[in-house]
């Protein structure tokens, strides 16, 4: 698909808006569509600290299966809204996966977890508990699919691929895409206490400014499952 004058790229503020519905609207028929199979997805309720919403109960089956239909439908209708308003899909930056490259971003994202590990000793944070029981929750193989596939796929799709590629246009230029995207990606994080946010800020430029630097898609969305499978095995051994 070539650009042409029928090409519609999105303003920065629709680009925002446009996300932040599609991120909170899309999965409401998920969640009514799932809850209707029944008590069983229910099972082993959780209770989290979500900050400033105070405690939450989560259900690991029903959440986790939402989170990957919904998000998976919401890359659908990305796609399909790009699509209808004739805007190259190579926007969202090339999906080819370069060996050397993933190599490279590895290294870099191996330093960043060294000095995020000695920031949140030195700051004496914790990841707060009722997550990790929800993240270890059976059963286990939906979280790994949601945390491992889902999120990173998705997050890096919405966020380093089509809000990157329509914030880039406007006046803020690629560095501010990248702040401003990495900013909102943050937020959707906000269960998260503010010491914790600040790290989420820094992956995001990280993250955002490979996304700029190697016109790459595939690399963000790499490192991203690399982080969170760390993570995830982390928790599961040392918790």
Partial sequence: MTEDSSTKFFSAWWAVLFVFLAFNLIPIPFTLLIGSLGDWVYQNPVLVDMNYLGQVQLHPIADNLTSIFSMTALIAFILWRMKKRNIDLNDLGSLDIKQKDVFLGTLLLAMFIALEEI???ILGIEMPEGFITFMLSE???LSLISVIIIAPIAEE???RGFLYSQLKRTKLGPWGAITLSSL????IHFQYEILI???LFVFGIFLGYLRMAYNSLSLPIILHAINNAFAFFLIY???
Avoid: A, K, Q, R
Avoid at 184 to 187: A, D, G
């Fill in 139 to 141: 059963p286990i193989i």
């Fill in 119 to 121: 920031y949140m000793w």
């Fill in 237 to 239: 051994f040392f918790y």
């Fill in 157 to 159: 799709f919405l966020f």
């Fill in 197 to 199: 946010l600040l790290v």
């Fill in 184 to 187: 909102l990606w943050t937020v």
